[in-house]
């Protein structure tokens, strides 16, 4: 229908338009969880609960729209939306199981309402211009060189998403460590040799992975704000750890791009 081409667009466009304002305030004003939580930010919620509500549109919103896209039966479509899914999975379910095993026998509750109410609002609308994108405004049918870049994006994707989910699981083990009250190690071994925040590193890799898969401007424009969101955060948490660990913290490492940045 015109309306919903009309909403794809103005959705893809406004992906876009987000990226530079989230990089220019994240440089000043740093989303106040985890390392960054402070009081000040309205209510809070468990941060299991909070990783979890706002993650899923990213599951509910992309099985509810993908079935109804021109190309829902095409094997390309499908392919591509498997990985997708496949991180989203373990974000929305798996993770917050993690984070709340590690916070144990001290759950907090200090994720800010309003912190997970923007996320959520931005993976309605990202899950929603990705799956339209996959499923019925790109035609991947008459592509030759489809497989050969779904498998490069693919590999780079996987090899993303193996740093993503390590990063993390070596965070909350430390966190275990610290009993979960809010103590901090220094990160050691694997990529934390060289950045300070591989997770957020692995998280970039796969959506370039993605952005190569799909060879769209919704892939693209997921893998810029990617960017414009972690590189800054990543930043901040850089200057945390210096801050805090001083010269006991590895001078060598970068923030989030090994050797480079």
Request: charged content about 15%.
């Amino acid at each position: 229908m015109e309306s919903d081409q009309t909403l794809f667009r103005y959705s893809l466009l406004t992906l876009y338009l987000i990226g530079p304002p989230t990089t220019i305030s994240l440089r000043f004003i740093q989303a106040p969880y985890g390392k960054h939580r402070r009081p000040g930010w309205g209510p809070t919620m468990s941060p299991p609960l909070a990783w979890f509500v706002m993650e899923s549109p990213t599951l509910w919103l992309t099985l509810l729209l993908f079935p109804i896209g021109r190309h829902a039966s095409d094997l390309r479509s499908l392919s591509l939306i498997t990985p997708f899914l496949l991180h989203y999975l373990h974000r929305t379910l798996i993770h917050p199981i993690r984070i709340s095993l590690a916070s144990a026998p001290k759950p907090s509750s200090d994720f800010p309402v309003a912190v997970a109410a923007m996320a959520f609002g931005f993976n309605l609308l990202n899950a929603f211009v990705q799956t339209r994108s996959v499923s019925h405004y790109e035609d991947y049918g008459g592509d030759n060189t489809f497989w050969w870049r779904f498998a490069a994006g693919l590999a780079v994707f996987l090899a993303g998403m193996v740093v993503n989910i390590r990063s993390d699981r070596a965070l909350l083990r430390l966190k275990r460590e610290t009993g979960g009250g809010g103590g901090y190690k220094v990160p050691r071994g694997g990529w934390f040799e060289v950045v300070s925040c591989p997770n957020y590193f692995g998280e970039i890799v796969e959506w370039l992975g993605w952005a190569v898969m799909t060879w769209s401007w919704a892939g693209l424009g997921f893998f810029l704000y990617t960017c414009a969101n972690l590189v800054p955060r990543a930043r901040a948490n850089h200057r945390w750890y210096l801050e805090k660990f001083g010269d006991e913290y590895p001078k060598g490492r970068k923030a989030v791009i090994p050797f480079l940045f």
